[in-house]
Every structure is written in C-alpha cells, then in structure tokens.
C-alpha cells in the first residue's frame, strides 16, 4: 500500500520505517494483523499507515480501542503529524477535539473526511456507521464479539479495510485472526509477528542487544515471551506455562485395557463440561474426548454422549463432577455411570492445579537416546480434537494486578472465565491421586441410591510417588459398563 504518493508523504512528515515496518505498510491485505513486541513501534506505524489517506474526500476511520487511552496512541501520532507538524491545526475550516479526559478525539477535515477515536468500553457508540477504515487499537485486549459483532459489519458497506495492532496476550480470538494470514484460503488477510528487537533504531543489536539481553535477565520467562517476544504461547499471569502445543497435543487411541472416566463441570448458560480420559498403567493421563454445550438439560446431555460413536470395545469404568450439585452427580449416577462429587476435589483450587502442572511437566522417560540427550514428556496429553480444551489451557490466567488488589495478595484462584474443562479435570485427578480413590467402587458404593461419597470412605494412604511409572495403582472399574 505505502508505495509511490505514500513514500512521498512519508518522507514529507519525516518518516523513516525501518525493514520491518515497510512489510506492513506495502501489504495490499484488506486485514492486517501485526503481532509486536514492546518497542516495536506498532503505534506509529499504524496511525501513520493511515494519514495519507485522511486527504482523500468524504472518508470515515475509526480507532477502536479497549479504552479510550488505549486508543489514544495512534490518534496522537496523527495529530503530532498532521496538526502540528503540518500546521492544519492553524486551518479554521478544519474541527478538531482531543481530549483523553472526556474521550472527545476526533479529527473532520473540509473535504468531510473524518478519524474518530470510540471506545469498546461504550458498545454503544460502536453501531451504525459505515466506514472506510479501522484500527482496533491493541486488538488482543478487545473481545471477539466487539470485532465480529459490532465492528466487522461496519466495513461491508465501503469493503473497507482494518488492522489490528497489538502485543499477544495468549492464544484468544486474536490470534484465531492472525493464523488466517498463513492460510492460502483467506487471502485478504496478513499477519506478522515482529518481536521488539526487530526495530534496529531502539535495538540496533537484534536479539542479542545489550538492552535486549538484559531484559530477558531481569523479566519473568512469560513477561519476556509476551512483551518483548510477542509470542502468543505465553503470557503474564499464565497459569499453565509448561504447556507446549507440540508436546502436549498428542493423538490417542482408546485403549480398552485402560480405565476410562468423564468428569463433568456442571452448566446451563455457561457450557456442560465432559472431559474424557484414560490412566495408563503408568499414570499417564491421555484426554481424548470433549464435549461443551451451553442451553442444555442435563438429560439431554447424557443422551448426546451415549449416542456418540464409540470405539471398539469402548468401556466407561466412572464419572466424577462438581460437588457443587449433587443433584446433578446423583441423576448422572441413576442416569449414565456411577458419578463421585467430592468436595475436597472443588474446595482446594491451588493443590489441584498444582497436581494438573505436575503431570504437564516434562519426566525423564528413558536415559538418553543414541546422542546422549535424556528424553522427556509429559504425563498429560491432550488430542488434537479437544480443542476447546486445548484453548482453555493456553488461556488460563491469574486475575491482573489492578485496581484495590495491587499491593496485596490475590487470591487463590484464576479467571472464572473459559475454565470449564478445567474444572472437571481437576475435580477427576484430585479424586483418583489425592483423595485415595483407589477402592473398588462396590466397597465403598450401593448404586444407584448413593453418588457423592463422604471422602474419609475412600481415602486410603497416601501415593508416595505420586508420578512414578510402574507403581502399579488400582483403580475404580464397574464391569459390565460397555455400550
């Protein structure tokens, strides 16, 4: 885009775009998503990739961002260019406001050409306009349904244009957005990811800049990752940094000799949660199977998971669910399966994450390979098919630091947010490792009268090695469950 009459006026506003900023500004793509680092110099690039098209006639732009301040950033480099650089501010013909206390920011031009900053904050104030154009100020804060709903409809009328400048902050709608730009199909779409040291006139050393070489000594691993690196596998406050999309998405195939188990998070407007999965003799826990569904009865539910196409030999040995509502867990028991909804398995969030990080780390397997390099894995994988799951992992995250909880303890929690799956993983491995429940179900249970058990009848001595391979662990099984 930024070729012939656009390197003219960037060099009339002085502007020099260093390498990788001119990979933005010559895309032809109707949406650009440009993935940076602190630094970069997205800001700049993206308010002045717009201006010169401020002088083309009975135009409309909006910067859109989460918050008016946020949405601020662009809107100043063009006022900075355009009313006091270029002196249009001395023009009277030409209305002008900026003021970020009000969110007033707004430039109309004589030719009725307008640049507007709205903010997500104001739903509202999002509708009814066709534009030209669109800069979603530090996109990845937004929410999909600002984009999809609200602001994509905006641009059908004109064909208009948008880009979505940002730093990462996990695998969220934005970057669903960014992968179109790898995919042939969608081609109106480009997306970069360009890490801070890619801006030679702040880090003329690269990744291996003094500054740069510092920050990684003195950031936290996800800081570093998400603000400098601009990589969407990790961001501050992620709970689950040990998860890897090539070490934890693994295909599985049901393996009847093994025990089965769904464990439920219980829902109506937010989703059901069925995470299926298997425990290898070893302990190794393999979630191959998936099912959310929001708006749902129960008994619906129970009839859509028995109707699923099943594997050979299928088996399901027990259930487990939110202690929550033993409501659920009985009818789930009367129902389905035997279901076990224990309240200890709910009540201490911080030892079950703890459990589910234990078995996302890494455990030598083997001593070394033909190289002398030990191999490793994880205990817990997940299959390429539960991709809600898969989401909701990458995405997990502490509540920010903002607001009266700055400067003291948070607490023990994440997001009640995207966690359903979660929820119900943790609930069955804090059952099956923590709470003892190694019995044979017909020790402890007379179905189907009974579902949440009273844990001091199952608990039994504690797993000392909890993760160790070949400790030969019993558990649960009903035979005769096949469908």
């Known amino acids: 885009m930024a070729t012939g009459s656009y390197a003219a006026f960037f060099r009339k506003i002085k502007y020099d775009p260093h390498p990788k900023q001119w990979l933005y500004h010559n895309s032809p793509a109707r949406f650009r998503v440009p993935v940076c680092g602190r630094r970069f110099g997205k800001s700049t690039m993206a308010g002045r990739d ?3 098209q401020l002088f083309v006639p009975k135009k409309r732009f909006w910067i859109v961002g989460p918050t008016y301040d946020l949405g601020e950033k662009e809107f100043r480099v063009i006022w900075d260019d355009l009313i006091i650089g270029m002196g249009l501010g001395r023009d009277r ?10 969110g007033e920011m707004f430039l109309e031009f004589p030719w009725q050409t307008r640049i507007e900053v709205r903010s997500a904050q104001q739903p509202q104030h999002l ?4 534009l030209d154009g669109l800069i ?3 996109a990845a804060k937004h929410s999909r349904d600002t984009w999809e709903r609200l602001l994509r409809p905006s641009l059908s009328d004109k064909r208009g244009w948008a880009t979505f400048p940002t730093t990462p902050e996990g695998l969220n709608w934005l970057y669903d957005l960014w992968r179109y730009g790898a995919k042939p199909e969608f081609g109106d779409y480009e997306a970069w990811r360009f890490p801070s040291w890619d801006n030679p006139k702040v880090y003329p050393g690269g990744e291996f800049d003094d500054e740069i070489k510092m920050l990684r000594a003195t950031m936290t691993q996800e800081e570093f990752e998400q603000e400098i690196a601009a990589l969407f596998t990790s961001f501050v406050g992620k709970i689950f940094p040990e998860w890897r999309d090539d070490e934890h998405i693994v295909t599985h195939q049901f393996n009847p000799a093994w025990p089965n188990y769904i464990s439920f998070d219980w829902g ?9 999965f298997q425990v290898s003799p070893w302990d190794e826990i393999h979630v191959w199977r998936e099912h959310y569904k929001t708006n749902t009865t129960l008994e619906t539910h129970l009839q859509i998971l028995k109707s699923r196409y099943q594997p050979k030999d299928y088996r ?12 659920a867990a009985a009818y789930v028991s009367e129902h389905f399966v035997q279901c076990l909804a224990l309240p200890e398995a709910k009540e201490n969030w911080r030892e079950g994450i703890d459990l589910m990080k234990r078995f996302l780390a890494p455990v030598q397997v083997s001593e070394a390979d033909e190289y002398g390099t030990p191999l490793d894995k994880p205990l817990l994988t997940v299959d390429p098919s539960c991709t809600s799951f898969i989401r909701e992992v990458n995405n997990y995250r502490a509540p920010d630091r903002v607001g009266p909880t700055k400067d003291r303890n948070l607490p023990e929690k994440g997001h009640n947010k995207d966690d359903h799956g979660i929820d119900a993983l943790r609930y069955a491995l804090m059952t099956i490792f923590v709470l003892g429940a190694t019995h044979h179900l017909s020790e402890v249970y007379s179905p189907p009268t009974l579902s949440v058990v009273d844990s ?9 090695n909890l993760l160790t391979p070949s400790r030969g662990s019993t558990f649960f099984t009903l ?5």
């Open 316 to 327: 399901l040995d027990m259930c487990f669910g939110d202690a929550a509502d033993p409501e």
């Open 136 to 138: 979603m100020s530090e």
């Open 127 to 130: 509708v009814g306009e066709a």
């Open 456 to 464: 001091e009848t199952l608990r039994t001595p504690s797993h000392e």
């Open 479 to 483: 035979e005769g469950m096949n469908f």
């Open 268 to 276: 109506f407007t937010n989703p059901l949660a069925a995470i299926e």
């Open 93 to 102: 013909r030409l209305k002008k406001a900026y003021s970020r206390r009000t």
């Open 50 to 52: 717009v201006e010169p």
